[in-house]
């Protein structure tokens, strides 16, 4: 199969090292001593799906336990599946060129949803039957990642979600699938299912019935079956410290998002902007020790000669011994030509000042997140930064010798006015003129890119119950940003506001989304969240064929006492908490960061026995 595929299909596809896979670092393993094979199944192309730590961790994680097999499977694009339907071949995995239907089990990370139509589109290519309830045979197909946490819009497609980190709880269900199989290699899905559901953190959507309102909204979500518990609980890896990580990944042969070394330095942000799902469900902190961090990336440059180390969280600038850190890896590491990265920067000059130390040499563009223009409209969603702190870093950034930089703002917040978005364009301006200023001596040229994006409100989180924005709403502020920051050093971005909608829309709806799904797959949707494909006409198409009014799901208030599509599947942050932070919100009162200060009542810590973990010698909560 691979020399046929190589030689016959390969040649007439963009980019055919996306399907070779025989990388550096690749695991193959003899299929016939594996007692369980999985496939991880990435929903977008080769590039973005090789750039995500997760898989590199389950990846790893998987092949270092003997009895198991895991092999990686990408979408392929669009000249890939014209290519695999004409010859009649089903999806394969990179290592084995094996079809997915041989695995026992087919997992796939759940990034983001307009990935959505790339899960359908995958399991037809490899000829699965969409729906759970149509699989009699072949493999068992299971979704994690952050949307697991609201998977309802998925829920006919796929026959489990693992709530949370997956580390521990993969590997039981993969012990838990080895006792279900039978001598030739098959299980009973619904006996394997039966015991899967009382693991902690896995759901099994269709032992779950839901009853609707007349008005269309959920009246109850109960379980099918007396032992399945009413709500799953999201597990939680408590100490990251001593959790696995991948010291030897795979290197890819072709350029992909972000081609360099990964230390994830820590999980979870307590910080509680109120629009982010990952600051809610990534809960508590964990952080990793210092010297475990220095150890990995010894082994990662031993193993990958890769040329750059980035230190990846949701804010490493947080971390408590990020400089000490930083510090000793450059000096072990620079004079060899290894660079280190910080993703995420806070905004202020201590960040800059890092970002300095780092960049001594190459200084590429500096990216800040005020995340909205006006203190008011950042108190609202609990942005601790001022404008002061703002103008201050970005003085710093100008004088350490920076030229470009990036001001990430959100448009269509609640509560959002005139001035709020006029006040997105003042900020602009005045870090322009800063800039001017600054670089005047150097005869340098500031360049200010303002990236403007709508806001989706998210389960899990205190805006959840918010309805976002009309498109049309949408639109005009976008045109009103654009005709404020026109001019020389200004530059001015936005996302399309229908994609956005979309995302509100599978973000904050339920199961009966599904159908809508599935029509949109069969008329063509894939890739939605790439320009030339996406096609907003087709979806309208496929709500109005499924009678869905999907500004039902997207731009609709959600009462505080209506039953979320969500409210079954427990994240670990109590929804009156979400309660209490939205009208905390609408009060524009900050709430403190406990990881520096007292708990603020999330409920996590208590309910799930964990703990912030820091490591820094300043700040030891332990
Ligand atoms: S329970 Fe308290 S300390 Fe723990 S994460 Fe929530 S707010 Fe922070």
Redesign the pocket.
């Known amino acids: 199969m691979r020399q046929y595929i190589q030689e016959k299909i390969l040649p007439h596809v963009l980019k055919p090292t996306r399907y070779l896979g025989n990388e550096w670092n690749v695991v193959k393993k003899e299929w016939e001593e594996a007692k369980v094979t999985m496939a991880f199944a990435f929903p977008d192309v080769y590039e973005i799906g090789m750039s995500h730590l997760g898989l590199h961790i389950l990846y790893g994680l998987v092949n270092n336990r003997s009895e198991f097999l895991m092999e990686r499977v990408f979408a392929p694009w669009v000249d890939m599946e014209e290519q695999l339907r004409r010859h009649k071949i089903p999806l394969f995995t990179l290592e084995s060129y094996r079809a997915l239907g041989d695995f026992h089990v087919l997992g796939f990370t759940l990034q983001y949803e307009m990935s959505y139509t790339n899960i359908l589109n995958m399991l037809d290519l490899a000829g699965i039957p969409l729906k759970s309830a149509d699989r009699q045979e072949g493999p068992l197909v299971i979704g994690g990642g952050p949307c697991a946490l609201n998977p309802e819009p998925l829920a006919p497609f796929f026959d489990c979600f693992l709530l949370g980190d997956s580390e521990e709880m993969l590997l039981q269900l993969l012990e838990i699938t080895a006792r279900h199989l039978n001598e030739d290699g098959k299980f009973d899905r619904e006996a394997l299912l039966g015991e899967l559901s009382l693991v902690s953190g896995i759901y099994v959507p269709g032992f779950y019935q839901l009853r609707y309102k007349p008005d269309g909204t959920i009246g109850s979500v109960d379980p099918a079956k007396e032992e399945v518990p009413p709500r799953v609980q999201r597990r939680i890896v408590q100490n990251l410290d001593e959790a696995y990580f991948p010291t030897k990944p795979l290197v890819p042969y072709m350029e992909i998002v972000h081609d360099r070394m990964m230390l994830e330095v820590m999980r979870g942000c307590?910080r509680g902007c109120r629009f982010c799902q990952a600051g809610m469900v990534y809960?508590?902190v964990r952080e990793r020790k210092k010297d475990t961090l220095l150890k990995q990336a010894e082994e990662l440059v031993q193993n990958t000669g890769h040329e750059e180390i980035s230190l990846t969280s949701l804010s490493t600038a947080d971390y408590s011994c990020v400089q000490p850190l930083t510090k000793e890896l450059l000096n072990r590491y620079q004079d060899g030509g290894i660079n280190v990265a910080l993703p995420s920067l806070r905004v202020d000059a201590f960040s800059v000042d890092l970002a300095a130390e780092i960049q001594r040499v190459r200084k590429s563009g500096l990216t800040f997140a005020p995340e909205a223009g006006s203190q008011r409209m950042r108190n609202v969603i609990n942005k601790n930064v001022t404008e002061e702190d703002l103008l201050g870093a970005v003085t710093a950034a100008f004088r350490a010798g920076w030229t470009n930089i990036k001001l990430y703002f959100m448009l269509g917040l609640p509560g959002e006015t005139n001035d709020d978005l006029a006040a997105i364009a003042d900020l602009a301006k005045k870090v322009l003129d800063i800039g001017r200023q600054e670089l005047m001596a150097q005869r340098g040229r500031p360049n200010i890119t303002v990236s403007v994006s709508s806001f989706v409100p998210k389960g899990h989180t205190p805006f959840q119950f918010e309805g976002q924005n009309p498109v049309e709403e949408l639109r005009a502020k976008q045109q009103f940003l654009r005709g404020q920051l026109k001019g020389r050093g200004l530059k001015f971005k936005w996302h399309e506001a229908k994609l956005s909608f979309l995302e509100a829309v599978f973000a904050r709806g339920g199961r009966k989304l599904a159908p809508v799904l599935e029509n949109a797959w069969k008329s063509g949707c894939r890739f939605d969240s790439w320009d030339e494909h996406f096609d907003y006409a087709k979806w309208q198409t496929a709500f109005e064929n499924a009678a869905i009014d999907p500004e039902f799901y997207a731009n609709r208030p959600f009462d505080y006492q209506e039953v979320l599509p969500w409210d079954h599947l427990d994240a670990g942050v109590s929804k009156a908490y979400l309660i209490r932070e939205h009208k905390r919100a609408m009060e524009e009162a900050l709430t403190h960061d406990?990881r520096w200060d007292e708990?603020?009542?999330?409920?996590?810590?208590?309910r799930f026995q964990v703990?912030?973990r820091l490591w820094g010698d300043e700040i030891n909560v332990d």
């Open positions: 307590t809960r508590p406990c708990c603020t009542g999330c409920s996590i810590c208590d703990e912030n």
